[in-house]
DNA sequence: GTTATATATGAACATATGCTCATATGTTAA
DNA sequence: TTAACATATGAGCATATGTTCATATATAAC
């Protein structure tokens, strides 16, 4: 005979763990942002791209030639990096030098690196 | 004048940081498995049960009762969490108590969360 | 001005993804 | 064995996503 016989009639097993999971939960908001951060990781040409910044700014047509991708599409995924605020760039002349903004993707990813080479 | 006239006919600008990338990049199977991990972290649901996991184990009727979806999108997400190895479980009875593997995943979305903080 | 270069952007399309629903499996109680 | 419970899983479907293609914008050379 197990312990889990303390199910309610709406099938939660351990109302406290429950309860105690939605205390301790982040705000919806938050929770968004978190996972457009992750998303923003989670695609093989954006992190190519954020792990190639770690050595240095690069232009949209150096990473193209680096990732072997269309120019566009190494634009189109600039732009969404901009939005999310991980890289920023600046002009000179006709070029746009990209950069990671700070080191925090960096620190993500060394952290994700470790993890998945255990 | 600037100094953006070395480019060469393929449109490569600067071909020593394009080589730098190439140089520094990860092997294409280690890309893939940090752009897996980062995809587990990268969807609302799944998100939410690695921080509720955080709080100590839950079984899987608890995390649906706690995320408001059905049982069996849980049990979707659970398979994908466990063949990324993020999270393990055990039996007690009929119930699968799940649980985090280890403290990675709790530490890279620490760091996200500090990130969008900031 | 015109032309060329470098990048950005919108639309379209194909693939990927997450959920639902139905069903299957595994465990326990009667 | 039969029934109930807890979870797993496959198929189908609607949405999300990443690329391509065509076009637009911005800067510089002429």
New binding site residues.
């Given amino acids: ?2 312990d ?2 303390d ?1 309610c009639q709406c ?1 939660i ?1 351990h109302e406290e763990r429950v309860d105690g999971a939605r205390r301790q939960a982040l705000a919806p908001s938050e929770i968004d942002r978190v996972v ?1 951060f992750f ?2 990781l ?5 992190l190519r791209i954020i792990l190639a910044l770690e050595q240095g700014e ?7 030639a680096f ?1 072997a ?12 990096l ?1 939005q999310l605020q991980l890289v920023t ?1 600046r ?8 950069r990671l903004v700070d080191d925090h993707v960096s620190r993500v990813a060394g952290l994700a690196l470790e993890h998945i080479r255990e």
Avoid: F, W
């Fill in positions: 005979m197990a889990y016989a199910r099938r097993i457009d998303k923003a989670a695609d093989t040409t954006r690069m232009c949209v047509c150096d990473l193209a990732l991708v269309s120019e566009s599409a190494v634009s189109h995924q600039l732009r969404l901009r760039n002009r000179q002349g006709p070029v746009l030098y990209y």
